[in-house]
């Protein structure tokens, strides 16, 4: 018994030390493809160790795996919930990851995007739903985005000037908003 007790201690405390070695993310580094629920990290924000995730070429981010169907609120509703905290923000790092080609970015509370987003060139689809931009305040970093193809941002504040705007920067961009 003496013996198990030993060994299980032993196998604990090396887990419990291989774990602090791996970093946040260290599980995504090498893949191409990431999803990042921030509620099986127990976070409410996106951490600046998303700035590891170099080779990754399509990323979605949201608090939770919440499975299955999701009501979303009357566009009444929706445009209250955008003036309402918390608000939150993504790191600086996120504007580094230059091989993405899709990024999701949904349900994040988000009040801005990054000043170096416009460094995501290779950016083809970009999905903002559900957060509480405000897109006139974010137009000059959307429309560095030239090969953006596709945007959502139903559940933002976004009118028919900002979409209009969008469209002459970019004529090919489809736009989802309302």
């Given at each position: 018994?003496?013996?198990l007790?030993?060994t299980?201690?032993?196998l604990?405390?090396?887990?419990?030390?291989?774990?602090?070695?791996?970093?946040?993310?260290?599980?995504?580094?090498?893949?191409e493809?990431?999803?990042v629920?921030?509620?099986?990290?127990?976070?409410?924000s996106?951490?600046?160790?998303?700035?590891k995730?170099?080779k990754?070429m399509?990323?979605?981010?949201t608090?939770?795996?919440?499975?299955?169907?999701?009501?979303?609120?009357?566009s009444?509703?929706?445009?209250?919930?955008?003036e309402?905290p918390?608000?939150?923000?993504?790191?600086?790092?996120?504007?580094?990851?230059?091989?993405l080609?899709?990024?999701?970015l949904?349900?994040?509370?988000?009040?801005?995007l990054?000043?170096n987003?416009g460094q995501?060139q290779?950016?083809?689809?970009?999905?903002?739903?559900m957060?509480k931009?405000t897109?006139?305040?974010?137009i000059g970093?959307?429309?560095?985005?030239?090969?953006?193809?596709?945007?959502?941002?139903?559940?933002?504040?976004v009118?028919?000037?900002?979409?209009?705007?969008l469209?002459?920067?970019?004529?090919?961009?489809?736009i989802?908003?309302?």
């Amino acid at each position: 018994m003496r013996l198990l007790l030993i060994t299980l201690t032993v196998l604990v405390i090396s887990c419990t030390t291989r774990d602090k070695e791996n970093g946040l993310f260290d599980n995504l580094v090498d893949k191409e493809t990431a999803v990042v629920y921030l509620g099986q990290y127990n976070l409410d924000s996106v951490p600046s160790e998303i700035g590891k995730l170099k080779k990754v070429m399509s990323l979605y981010i949201t608090k939770d795996s919440t499975g299955g169907w999701a009501i979303y609120p009357s566009s009444s509703e929706l445009e209250q919930m955008t003036e309402v905290p918390p608000f939150r923000q993504l790191p600086k790092e996120l504007g580094e990851l230059t091989n993405l080609q899709n990024l999701g970015l949904v349900g994040l509370d988000l009040k801005e995007l990054p000043d170096n987003f416009g460094q995501l060139q290779n950016l083809d689809s970009l999905n903002l739903m559900m957060n509480k931009l405000t897109i006139s305040e974010e137009i000059g970093k959307l429309k560095e985005l030239k090969n953006l193809k596709y945007l959502a941002l139903f559940g933002n504040k976004v009118d028919s000037t900002d979409v209009s705007e969008l469209k002459k920067a970019n004529p090919n961009l489809v736009i989802a908003f309302d």
